[in-house]
T-cell receptor, first 113, second 114 residues
Framework: KQEVTQIPAALSVPEGENLVLNCSFT??????LQWFRQDPGKGLTSLLL?????REQTSGRLNASLDKSSGRSTLYIAASQPGDSATYLC????????????FGQGTTLQVKP | DAGVTQSPTHLIKTRGQQVTLRCSPK?????VSWYQQALGQGPQFIFQ???????QRGNFPDRFSGHQFPNYSSELNVNALLLGDSALYLC?????????????FGPGTRLLVL
């Protein structure tokens, strides 16, 4: 059974700092991995999607990497801003079931001005 | 281009009642998935609808049922509500036919069961 874990559960950093969020999964037979952002009480916004054959994806100040063999992904946020404060969720789909997202519990990020 | 919409935004029910939540997918999408997100947790997959049929289901009891209409919109029904059903219910749409794999999420419906 696939399980997704995110560490840390919460993180507080000063504005301008570079930071890394971690995601690990137990079954390496994934189809893809996505990082989402969720603002309090709101829905999810997709940030980056990495196919199982890819190593990383970049969008602006965000860079996500994937190491399928070790069951790990990281989301790197450069030059953090207060507007980056949100909960970041990692989700995988398995090779045998591409329609179902399996989520981690999320990392709640606070960027202080 | 309208994104995924859900209604209502908030709902308060009492134990034992029944509730219906609604979702309209993003334009051009034909597949709708429903997720339950308890406070402080990641979303949990409930089920997915495609071509008006439930294609797959997560580990949820039969009290949770759904429907998809010919226009691809969908409903989530929960019977015999329990306190533990209080959560944010998220709808996501996608369309595997075009190869686009990102699921687009709606803003959710916040259900409180008293």
């Amino acid at each position: 059974k696939q399980e997704v874990t995110q560490i840390p559960a919460a993180l507080s950093v000063p504005e301008g700092e570079n930071l890394v969020l971690n995601c690990s999964f137990t079954d390496s037979a994934i189809y893809n991995l996505q990082w989402f952002r969720q603002d309090p009480g709101k829905g999810l916004t997709s940030l980056l999607l990495i196919q199982s054959s890819q190593r990383e994806q970049t969008s602006g100040r965000l860079n996500a990497s994937l190491d399928k063999s070790s069951g790990r992904s990281t989301l790197y946020i450069a030059a953090s801003q207060p507007g980056d404060s949100a909960t970041y969720l990692c989700a995988v789909t398995s090779s045998s079931n591409t329609g179902k997202l399996i989520f981690g519990q999320g990392t709640t990020l606070q960027v202080k001005p | 281009d309208a994104g995924v919409t859900q209604s209502p935004t908030h709902l308060i029910k009492t134990r034992g009642q029944q509730v219906t939540l609604r979702c309209s997918p993003k334009s051009g999408h034909d597949t709708v998935s429903w997720y339950q997100q308890a406070l402080g947790q990641g979303p949990q997959f409930i089920f997915q609808y495609y071509e008006e049929e439930e294609r797959q289901r997560g580990n949820f009891p039969d009290r949770f049922s759904g429907h998809q209409f010919p226009n691809y919109s969908s409903e989530l029904n929960v019977n015999a509500l329990l306190l533990g059903d209080s959560a944010l219910y998220l709808c996501a749409s996608s369309t595997p036919l075009t190869g686009e794999e990102t699921q687009y999420f709606g803003p959710g419906t916040r259900l409180l069961v008293l």
